[in-house]
């Protein structure tokens, strides 16, 4: 059960693409580029909205643009409109104590103005509009209102919503009633895609409901040598352990094993061998309570030159005896002493 869940606010609770869509099509009037429909606006529209505007207009200072964007969606007739079963949705955290916050990059003048005339404001505990990037206030609303990550989720329409529920190391849920077309939307992998609110608030509604649990996979990678990859994450405690991640919707185990390796280390994969499954249900290692179920391999790397991305912060070629002095999380010694029991690896002297 979630106890705190924060909204976006365009696409996920109201309706507000006529105006935005009038108002951008006036900006890139004024510059001399040509309007777009509809579909063409969501195909390209993107938060932070320096990346879009960069993109169709480059080299026209971001606060030229939203003064012009300002002035003609104050001046747009089209309505702006609830979403069908936001309200719901909102009563039903007020009537279950959920804790409920807007986080949203729209012009805060326009954003209250909207939230009075609809008549939504006494169901939020905090809102924060005007924000840009998200990314960079998402820590300081956990902490400001000491919210659990692992308790919490981040809403929203849009690919830049679920970086930033990432960021915040919070559930993301995407719903398909705004901006973002479902297919953007599940390469930015969510944990959770409903197609609106109502979907969402029944889910919840059911006793004992959590997400399914995560199927992922991991390798203990080794040069041929004799040298073992540890990596060391924040995700889980500070602790070493393997490179991994999730497997995504119709994408086979190995395939997820060679793309996750490649994205975390910049290393290729050989010979793959399969060591065995293990349970980790609400690990107390891991930064959030979390069912995984971790696919867990011995694979063969050619070159020990490691690019690490933002998922671990350090790494070291140790040997298995090394490997053993290490603080490893749990997953990670049981798979080490698994692949020793296999003769997968070389035993440590």
């Not at 643009?65 to 949705?89: D, G, M, N, Y």
């Not at 919503?161 to 919070?170: E, K, Q, S, V």
Request: net charge negative; proline share 5%.
């Amino acid at each position: 059960m979630f106890h705190n869940l924060i909204f976006d606010w365009s696409g996920t609770l109201v309706d507000d693409l006529p105006p935005v869509l009038e108002a951008t099509n006036h900006v890139l009037g004024i510059y001399g580029v040509a309007a777009l429909d509809r579909e063409g606006f969501r195909l390209r529209f993107r938060l932070p909205y320096r990346d879009f505007y960069e993109e169709l207009l480059p080299g026209v200072p971001l606060d030229e643009l939203e003064v012009h964007f300002r002035k003609a969606f104050a001046a747009s007739a089209a309505p702006v409109t609830i979403l069908p079963h936001a309200r719901e949705k909102l009563e039903w955290c007020r009537d279950h104590g959920v804790r409920a916050f807007i986080l949203t990059s729209m012009d805060s003048d326009a954003f209250h103005g909207q939230l009075r005339e609809l008549g939504l404001a006494d169901f939020f505990e905090a809102t924060y509009s005007g924000v840009l990037d998200k990314r960079e206030r998402i820590l300081g609303i956990l902490e400001t209102h000491r919210l659990n990550p692992a308790e919490s989720a981040f809403i929203g329409d849009m690919t830049h919503d679920i970086d930033t529920a990432r960021h915040g190391n919070l559930t993301s849920i995407a719903v398909l009633t705004g901006y973002t077309h479902a297919g953007p939307l599940a390469a930015a992998r969510p944990d959770l895609t409903v197609p609106d609110l109502d979907v969402l608030r029944r889910l919840m509604a059911r006793p004992g409901w959590k997400p399914r649990p995560v199927a992922t996979v991991g390798a203990l990678l080794h040069d041929g040598r004799g040298k073992l990859l540890m990596v060391k994450t924040h995700k889980w405690g500070h602790r070493w352990g393997i490179p991994g991640g999730k497997i995504k919707r119709g994408e086979s185990s190995l395939d997820a094993l060679r793309r996750e390796i490649l994205e975390e280390t910049g290393l290729e994969i050989a010979d793959p061998r399969f060591v065995l499954v293990q349970d980790c249900i609400d690990s107390t290692e891991f930064l959030r309570r979390e069912h995984f179920l971790l696919l867990n391999y011995v694979a063969r790397v050619a070159s020990t030159a490691v690019a690490l991305n933002d998922e671990a912060q350090e790494y070291r070629w140790v040997t298995a005896a090394a490997a053993m002095g290490l603080d490893l999380n749990r997953p990670t010694r049981t798979l080490l002493v698994e692949a020793l029991n296999q003769g997968l690896i070389d035993h440590p002297l």
